[in-house]
């Protein structure tokens, strides 16, 4: 386990939470209602199949979760590192009292790296200039930096490459005999994980073992190696190393097909019927219209749209769950509002509408709107917007 953090000891149980409809809870018109205890059980599952340490990783406001209550949740659940993209990320946990260990991986080479180094936060380099901004940093504040050095393996995004990597870890080893720098780890991303049994990942493995060859004939000793994401913590043992660095699977998404490890989906998105309206056959609907009844039926207004994070790709597959049963979206998808087709169902206004949740009462998944709108889960639990308000359930601090 990291220093720093000891796994059960950050929250407790809500007994009484709860789940009452959107209507009347809060002025709010949609909200997203964050079941925690299932990130705490996610990141068990997690560590349960890969006997490894996990980080979780709570970038993007924790996938749109909330970045706090989600890394206490997952740092209950056993996760003894979390991972956030930038340093205003890492800084927000620290200034909401989290204590666990960080790594923070995206900065600007010429960004002030004192904050980051002064709260605690590992650093991730990929560049010479970035080490060389790390280890001014350093010098400045009087102290040792804490880095993790990625490199390329294959997918061509941050990294060093091959041909950079013996340069970037000839310095480090310099800067650590100098007492500026200690590389605590090294890492890189997978290109293709969530195919299982991919020979790019059986490459990328090999050239990450080779680079950590590499760095050791440097004289470095990294202790924490992590390669594995989501879908290879689960599906490919020779990714998993030190650590796993988990994101979508924490937050209750299956990362590999049809495969099911028995995770459960954390966010569940609530609005409700805020209009009614009985139409004949024939009636245009929304914008165009690209939708046009066949016979007639009833459409129910659901005030939540493309700016609250519903994609309007999805039009004409989408489907809600209201009034006992899925009904579809018809229309186009607006900016705040959406319309939905309940045929003959008893749906009254101000009725709950639950645009997706775990699936366990027949509701859509954020896999589903995904699939509908060509994307990924990660897409859709992260553009859920800031005028949706979060409610949790479960585990809190």
């Avoid at 994980?193 to 990294?222: K, N």
């Avoid at 202790?223 to 030190?242: G, I, M």
């Avoid at 690209?290 to 999805?314: E, I, K, M, Q, Y």
Wanted: charged share 15%; net charge positive; glycine share 12%.
């Amino acid at each position: 386990m990291a220093p720093g953090h000891r796994a059960g000891t950050v929250s407790r149980v809500i007994s009484h939470a709860t789940t009452s409809p959107v209507a009347g809870t809060s002025a709010a018109l949609a909200e997203a209602v964050i079941d925690l205890g299932a990130i705490a059980a996610n990141v068990r599952t997690i560590g349960a199949v890969t006997r490894t340490d996990v980080m979780a990783v709570v970038k993007a406001d924790g996938f749109g979760h909330g970045a706090a209550a989600a890394a206490r949740a997952a740092l209950d659940g056993g996760a003894t590192w979390l991972g956030v993209t930038s340093s205003a990320e890492a800084l927000a946990l620290r200034a909401g009292g989290i204590t666990a260990p960080i790594l923070s991986w995206l900065h600007r080479p010429d960004e002030d790296f004192g904050p980051l180094l002064a709260a605690g936060v590992d650093v991730s380099v990929s560049t010479v200039p970035h080490l060389r901004s790390v280890a001014a940093a350093a010098a400045r504040c009087g102290q040792t930096a804490m880095v993790q050095l990625k490199v390329d393996t294959g997918l061509s995004r941050n990294g060093a490459r091959a041909d950079e990597w013996g340069d970037l870890v000839a310095l480090a080893r310099a800067y650590e005999t100098a007492g500026s720098v200690r590389v605590r780890g090294v890492w890189s991303h997978l290109q293709d994980a969530d195919q299982p049994g991919s020979p790019l990942v059986r490459r990328q493995v090999s050239a990450f073992r080779a680079a950590v060859r590499v760095a050791r004939a440097a004289g470095l000793d990294p202790v924490l190696l992590h390669l594995a994401n989501s879908a290879a913590a689960l599906t490919a043992p020779a990714t998993r190393f030190d650590i796993c660095r988990v994101g979508l699977a924490v937050y209750g998404v299956e990362p590999v097909g049809h495969a099911n490890f028995g995770l459960r989906p954390a966010m569940t998105l609530r609005s409700s019927v805020v209009n009614l309206k009985r139409v004949p056959a024939g009636t245009g609907v929304s914008y165009g219209p690209d939708h046009v009844t066949g016979a007639p039926t009833t459409l129910a207004l659901v005030p939540v749209g493309f700016a609250d994070g519903l994609p309007r790709s999805a039009e004409g597959r989408a489907e809600v769950l209201v009034g006992g049963g899925r009904c579809p979206v018809v229309g186009r998808i607006t900016m705040d509002q959406v319309v939905v087709d309940v045929g003959d169902r008893p749906v009254r206004l101000g009725d709950t509408v639950t645009l997706f949740g775990p699936g366990t009462a027949g509701e859509p998944t954020a896999a589903d709107w995904a699939r509908w709108a060509g994307t990924n889960p990660n897409d859709i639990l992260t553009g859920i917007g800031a005028r949706v308000a979060r409610r949790y359930t479960g585990v809190t601090a």
